[in-house]
């Protein structure tokens, strides 16, 4: 093997391991998630939940947030994507491709921020966000519940409402947010009213039968 050709196959070894692994497709779920290194503390106080849910708002320019929740050292959001979302940016790069983007920047302009507060220089989150696919609206109602669920289930609260940093008082009707729940009353049946939609969700509790994969608790 010449030495050009050589170099054009580790160029193509190297653009590969670039690739983002999150691909998203229009008319599609996805369960988003990511932890920190070592299961360390990504929130040290209430205004860094905050400030990182307002850095989440930014991603409803490319798709439809159903609902989520910050963990002490991890996070989960349900997003679906309606075909209105596909289309190109100024720039040529598909909407899907930003959003994926969108999902680094929002993770690392986080990271600058608490390495300011805590006056340190270090990794924050594992490399890469995950983001899994559902198959169907059943599967993603699962991953709704299970989202909400996930403060109760690791003991944090004794009851779902009691933890402030996800969206299940949003469809209570407790406080504004920023998930798109219109959307996902249609397209996963969520009652209107609140509470239906408070005693809907403990009525389904039960052993998860969903599993996020690896990465996530």
């Not at 986080?110 to 609206?137: C, H, M, T, V, W």
Request: with cysteine.
């Amino acid at each position: 093997m010449n030495i050009e050709i050589a170099f054009s196959v580790l160029r193509s070894i190297s653009a590969l391991n670039k690739k983002d692994p999150m691909t998203f497709l229009p008319k599609n779920f996805y369960h988003i998630y990511n932890r920190s290194f070592n299961q360390n503390l990504m929130f040290f106080n209430r205004e860094n939940y905050r400030y990182f849910t307002k850095k989440l708002s930014s991603l409803k320019e490319y798709c439809d947030i159903l609902a989520y929740c910050l963990m002490p050292s991890h996070f989960h959001v349900l997003v679906y994507i309606d075909e209105q979302m596909e289309g190109k940016e100024d720039n040529g790069d598909s909407r899907m491709k930003m959003l994926a983007r969108k999902i680094g920047t929002v993770q690392s302009s986080y990271k600058q921020a608490i390495n300011i507060q805590e006056g340190r220089k270090r990794s924050l989150f594992q490399p890469r966000a995950k983001a899994k696919e559902l198959d169907n609206s059943d599967q993603a109602f699962t991953c709704f519940n299970y989202v909400h669920q996930n403060p109760l289930k690791a003991g944090l609260v004794s009851r779902m409402e009691d933890w402030e940093f996800n969206s299940f008082n949003e469809y209570c009707g407790h406080n504004e947010g920023i998930c798109n729940r219109v959307a996902t009353r249609r397209l996963l049946g969520i009652p209107d009213d609140g509470g239906a939609f408070y005693t809907q969700t403990y009525n389904v509790m039960q052993p998860w039968r969903y599993s996020p994969g690896s990465g996530a608790r």
